[in-house]
């Protein structure tokens, strides 16, 4: 039913900086489908800009898209350089992988994720398991 992400929906106060800022990221074009919803095709996916309001108030606190990077450190200090603030890490993953969570300068969360070859192995694997969760996957 479900075949792959399509698109990732950032709810913004400002879609025209919060679609230039990105776009400046992923070295990309900032593109409109009406007046009400701009986007930026990064790799593998489309993000898309929304404005901000009460049914989706955006922000930190919902859903955080975690991006594979080489170099978690690098990978912070570019998105702090370009205006992003730490919010949680870097630190490890209980499988060993590095992780960090930022707040980009509209108020959503990027998430870095800097796998390990042990990290790859336990996630291929099966890995945690609860009690009782038999059949869980």
Known sequence: ???????????????????????????????????????????????GFHPADEKCPGGVGGTTVYWEVEDIDAAVANLVARGARLHRGPGKTSYGA????????????????????????AIAGQGYQLRGAEGAA
């Open 98 to 121: 590095g992780a960090a969570m930022l707040v980009c300068p509209f108020g959503c969360t990027i998430g870095l994720n800097c796998s390990t070859p042990e990290s790859r192995i």
């Open 1 to 47: 039913m479900l075949k792959f992400v399509e698109s990732v929906v950032l709810f913004v106060p400002d879609i025209n900086a919060a679609a230039r800022w990105y776009a400046s990221l992923f070295g990309a074009q900032v593109n409109y489908e009406n007046e009400s919803f701009a986007y930026v095709r990064a790799p593998g996916v489309l993000y």
